[in-house]
T-cell receptor, first 111, second 117 residues
Framework: EDKVVQSPLSLVVHEGDTVTLNCSYE??????LLWYKQEKKAPTFLFML????IEKKSGRLSSILDKKELFSILNITATQTGDSAIYLC???????????FGTGTKLQVIP | NAGVTQTPKFQVLKTGQSMTLQCAQD?????MSWYRQDPGMGLRLIHY???????DQGEVPNGYNVSRSTTEDFPLRLLSAAPSQTSVYFC????????????????FGPGTRLTVT
């Protein structure tokens, strides 16, 4: 059975802090890993990672994948209150991409 | 493009009633899926489809049926609603093949909040 574990489950930081969110996975026939941000509505896409060791970057957010150790991290530098959300990782697997979501990390950034 | 649309946004059902949640996308995506989201449980896959006429079960399929007669539409049917099906339901779509710069990014609809009493 496919398994995705995200840690920590929740996190409270002050504005300006840097955070690292973790995602470990065990899926059959891994293809890619997606990161999403979910505020009060539907998840919004952040990154897709397919190759190990290649950092993807978007502003203050960056992410990297390790296919040998089966994990990914999402870094957020200089956090802002607008970064408060649940961050979800989702490996794609199988012949047709079956997506398995982790339970997410709830990040709260306080002023 | 309207993206992924879902109707209704809110629904209250009595135990035993049936209903259909509608999902449509106008991006010509092959892959469509239904998730439910419960507090502390993340998104759990109910059913998915890789193209018209092809569907398969996800992690939590019991009590739900789907069909995919067109590329655009992927309705989710609750056969006999139960309180355990109270949840927020999301439909999503994406390309199913990486080609020509396409991405596996899933586009989500706005969700349907369902309450079963």
């Amino acid at each position: 059975e496919d398994k995705v574990v995200q840690s920590p489950l929740s996190l409270v930081v002050h504005e300006g802090d840097t955070v690292t969110l973790n995602c470990s996975y065990e899926v059959t026939n891994f293809r890619s890993l997606l990161w999403y941000k979910q505020e009060k509505k539907a998840p919004t896409f952040l990154f897709m990672l397919t190759s190990s060791g290649i950092e993807k970057k978007s502003g203050r957010l960056s992410s990297i994948l390790d296919k040998k150790e089966l994990f990914s991290i999402l870094n957020i530098t200089a956090t802002q209150t607008g970064d408060s959300a649940i961050y979800l990782c989702a490996p794609l697997s199988g012949g047709y991409q079956k997506v398995t979501f982790g339970t997410g990390t709830k990040l709260q950034v306080i002023p | 493009n309207a993206g992924v649309t879902q109707t209704p946004k809110f629904q209250v059902l009595k135990t035993g009633q049936s209903m259909t949640l509608q999902c449509a996308q106008d991006m010509n995506h092959e892959y469509m899926s239904w998730y439910r989201q419960d507090p502390g449980m993340g998104l759990r896959l109910i059913h998915y489809s890789v193209g018209a006429g092809i569907t398969d079960q996800g992690e939590v399929p019991n009590g739900y049926n789907v069909s995919r007669s067109t590329t655009e539409d992927f309705p989710l049917r609750l056969l006999s609603a139960a309180p355990s099906q109270t949840s927020v339901y999301f439909c999503a779509s994406s390309y199913s093949r990486l080609a020509g710069g396409k991405s596996y990014e899933q586009y989500f609809g706005p969700g349907t909040r369902l309450t079963v009493t």
